[in-house]
């Protein structure tokens, strides 16, 4: 049972370094497949990304020490747009934890550190309906193809 109220907490995954196998879990099976990123790619990708301070960096959203979200700051994420970037990535909220607002905040919590860096603009790729994002300030800025999919461009700043 998911209690409404619970204490979000989000840190680097350089301070909470064992989500990295529950990260690389949500992101093989959600965007893995469709990239054809083997697991173990993707959680050596997330041990680059524990860095606090740089980009690429992972940021895991906890209630207690159970991990329910996650969200990176990548330089490059589409291929044959390694143009553009940083990139927003990998927004993941455990599916009992949805429709709670911590979406909300691991993408602000990304997007304010990208702005300490002086980063702007920020780019994200999704497959899903764009009005979140859109909510949030982001613009749509094209479509491109992923492996056959197509995916909406955004960008924000």
């Known amino acids: 049972?998911?209690?409404?109220?619970?204490?979000?907490?989000?840190?680097?995954?350089a301070e909470f370094p064992q989500?990295?196998?529950?990260?690389?879990?949500?992101?093989?099976?959600?965007?893995g497949t469709l990239e054809a990123i083997p697991a173990e790619e993707i959680e050596t990708g997330l041990r680059r990304n524990s860095g606090c301070r740089t980009i690429p960096t992972t940021f895991?959203?906890?209630?207690?020490?159970?991990?329910?979200?996650t969200v990176?700051?990548?330089?490059?994420?589409?291929?044959?747009?390694?143009?553009?970037?940083?990139?927003?990535?990998?927004?993941?909220?455990?599916?009992?934890?949805?429709r709670l607002g911590i979406g909300t905040r691991l993408m602000n919590h990304a997007m304010e550190h990208a702005r300490k860096l002086g980063v702007r603009p920020l780019w994200l790729w999704t497959m899903h309906d764009t009005a979140f994002f859109e909510k949030h300030g982001w613009k749509k800025s094209g479509?491109?193809?992923?492996?056959?999919?197509?995916?909406?461009?955004?960008?924000?700043g």
């Open 1 to 13: 049972m998911v209690m409404r109220h619970a204490q979000i907490e989000i840190l680097s995954l």
């Open 19 to 31: 989500a990295i196998p529950t990260l690389a879990a949500w992101i093989h099976s959600e965007w």
């Open 143 to 156: 479509e491109a193809v992923l492996s056959g999919n197509k995916v909406k461009l955004m960008k924000f």
């Open 60 to 69: 895991v959203a906890l209630s207690g020490s159970q991990p329910i979200g």
């Open 72 to 98: 990176s700051l990548d330089p490059t994420d589409l291929a044959g747009f390694d143009h553009l970037g940083p990139w927003l990535a990998s927004l993941y909220v455990e599916p009992g934890f949805r």
